[in-house]
Nanobody
Framework: QAQLVQSGGGSVQAGGSLIVSCSAP????????MSWHRQPPGKEERELLA????????TYEPSIKDRAVISRDTTKKLLYLQLTDLKSEDTAMYYC???????????????WGQGTQVTVLS
């Protein structure tokens, strides 16, 4: 049973924007640090894009910080990533992750969403 469930993404024209979202159960959302990662085609490793820890502190990977916004809805238990001015190099599978590092101390494990494909059309 998936712990983190993603939605959004799809095909977007270059220069456009998109939002991907990630829902999590209370015990994960309230206790874990949440982050967005992506895995471009042909690459084995996922790259970290942005993190929001349990107290709301946010960090971004420097190369994307001017075009990305990570946010959360603490009532709906939803995590969001908005990307603007999309480029071909943004084409990737996007994943949300919940992790004990940066969490409250009650986050039991690392959890991954199922992945959402984003394709930027030029």
């Amino acid at each position: 049973q998936a712990q983190l469930v993603q939605s959004g993404g799809g095909s977007v024209q270059a220069g456009g924007s998109l939002i991907v979202s990630c829902s999590a159960p209370d015990y994960i959302f309230d206790n874990c640090a949440m982050s967005w990662h992506r895995q471009p085609p042909g690459k084995e490793e996922r790259e970290l894009l942005a993190t929001i820890i349990y107290d709301g502190f946010i960090t971004y990977e420097p190369s994307i910080k001017d075009r990305a916004v990570i946010s959360r809805d603490t009532t709906k238990k939803l995590l969001y990533l908005q990307l603007t001015d999309l480029k071909s190099e943004d084409t990737a599978m996007y994943y949300c992750m919940a992790d004990p590092v940066g969490g409250k101390g009650y986050c039991a494990s690392t959890y991954w969403g199922q992945g959402t494909q984003v394709t930027v059309l030029s």
